[in-house]
């Protein structure tokens, strides 16, 4: 279901922020295939593995700037000089989103950023 919701949230994003966007696009293999790897494997899925393992046994709300400080932890300690890109997008969008009223139309893309670099749960 996740998968399927986050399809539809990049298909929605691509088609309101870029101009002669396909829909089509996103059923072939830089589409879906690309986003099934990516959510069952790589340096993305394994940072965010190992953050929630941390937040575990803390408490129920980390402020910013400790969401920051522990994904900068864990990049540099799982992945051997790469950078998370995961990160990045995710702040950006959810900026884009926020910045055109557009946070409720996007639930999984926003409750990804609030997990984290809010702290949420």
Do not use: H
Not at 27 to 45: K, P, Q
């Amino acid at each position: 279901a996740l998968l399927r919701i986050g399809l539809l949230e990049m298909t929605k994003f691509c088609t309101i922020f870029f101009e002669g966007v396909e829909k089509g696009t996103f059923m072939e293999s830089c589409g879906v295939a690309d986003l099934i790897t990516t959510c069952y494997g790589g340096r993305n899925r394994k940072c965010a593995n190992e953050f929630a393992k941390r937040r575990e046994g803390e408490s129920a709300y980390l402020d910013s700037e400790s969401c920051i400080k522990l994904w900068s932890a864990i990049e540099s300690e799982l992945l051997n000089g790469q950078k998370l890109q995961g990160t990045l997008a995710a702040q950006e969008v959810y900026n884009l989103l926020e910045a055109r009223n557009l946070l409720q139309e996007f639930p999984l893309m926003t409750a990804i950023y609030e997990i984290s670099f809010k702290g949420n749960r």
